[in-house]
Nanobody, 119 residues
Framework: QVQLVESGGGLVQAGGSLRLPCAATGSIFTISTMGWYRQAPGNERELASSITTRGITNYVNSVKGRFTISRDNAKNTVYLEMNSLKPEDTAVYYC?????????????WGQGTQVIVSS
């Protein structure tokens, strides 16, 4: 059974920084792609960033150069370092674990953590 627990959200002024950790239980963390999605009010959930088992990272254009995703396999934890935050980064941020098993993808989600960036 996989459980994902996010933390680190909160209220920050524009230009500030936050670090979001996501701790995973279970034994498939090290063989799964991890991602951070976000959903702003009235918007669809979008992928902000992801990191593969081999450490290959991907970012949506709007966060490139400001956000950094990393993973610590010894701690079963993925991090999203967010710098130079903008009001448009305000959203609920969700941790995602995607596991491929025999060609099928299985997604697990955290409960989300709220990030509010004030102008």
């Amino acid at each position: 059974q996989v459980q994902l627990v996010e933390s680190g959200g909160g209220l920050v002024q524009a230009g500030g920084s936050l670090r979001l950790p996501c701790a995973a239980t279970g034994s498939i963390f090290t063989i799964s792609t991890m991602g951070w999605y976000r959903q702003a009010p009235g918007n669809e959930r979008e992928l902000a960033s992801s990191i593969t088992t081999r450490g290959i990272t991907n970012y949506v254009n709007s966060v490139k150069g400001r956000f950094t995703i990393s993973r610590d396999n010894a701690k079963n934890t993925v991090y999203l370092e967010m710098n130079s935050l903008k009001p448009e980064d305000t959203a609920v941020y969700y941790c995602n674990l995607r596991h491929n098993l025999f060609g099928r993808e299985y997604d697990y989600w955290g409960q989300g953590t709220q990030v509010i960036v004030s102008s």
